[in-house]
């Protein structure tokens, strides 16, 4: 059994979704369904929602733009 891409995408969306709002990860997990399909992976059946509300598009493209400059 293993983890599928979307599984690990979920997750990391919830750990996203925690640390944008500064909220602990452990109920978000707690609350998560999950599927095993006929190969034996895992799949997340709700899915976290991450909201921006109240985050400008440009805030997040300069951030991202100066995280990518840092990185090279």
């Known amino acids: 059994m293993k ?3 979307q599984a690990l995408g979920a997750l990391m969306m919830a ?3 925690c640390l944008l709002e500064e ?3 452990i109920p978000l ?9 006929d190969d ?3 799949y997340i059946v709700n ?3 991450v909201n921006f509300e109240g985050i400008e598009v440009d ?3 300069n951030f991202v733009e100066e995280v990518l ?4």
């Not at 400059?69 to 090279?72: D, G, H, Q, Y």
Request: net charge negative; hydrophobic share 30%; proline share 6%.
């Open 23 to 25: 909220t602990d990860i």
């Open 15 to 17: 750990l996203q979704k």
């Open 59 to 61: 805030s997040v493209s």
């Open 40 to 42: 034996g992976d895992l």
């Open 3 to 5: 983890l599928s891409n």
């Open 29 to 37: 997990l707690q609350a998560t369904d999950w599927e095993l399909d």
């Open 47 to 49: 899915p976290p929602v």
């Open 69 to 72: 400059t840092e990185e090279n």
